[in-house]
């Protein structure tokens, strides 16, 4: 589904804390997207696929936000 490079995580990760911070996302959601987006960044694509799967739908969401903001950003 996605790779991320070290810059592309990092982004991704900043993008996470912003959404954070401005009460877009609750920790519950934080903890799941981060773990989804390291998952996604060291390459264990199975597994972060199975538990993106397994996310309710606000998840997807905004993990699908963020992930679509960062893949813009190389353009």
Known sequence: ???????K???AIHLLDISYKNKII???EYEKIKNI???FAFGIN???LMKYENSDD???YQ???ILRM?????N
């Open 1 to 7: 589904m996605y790779e991320l490079s070290e810059d």
């Open 9 to 11: 995580y990092e982004e």
């Open 26 to 28: 609750m920790n519950y």
């Open 37 to 39: 987006i390291e998952l």
């Open 46 to 48: 199975d597994e972060g």
């Open 58 to 60: 606000y998840v997807k």
């Open 63 to 65: 993990l699908n936000k």
């Open 70 to 74: 960062v893949n813009k950003s190389s």
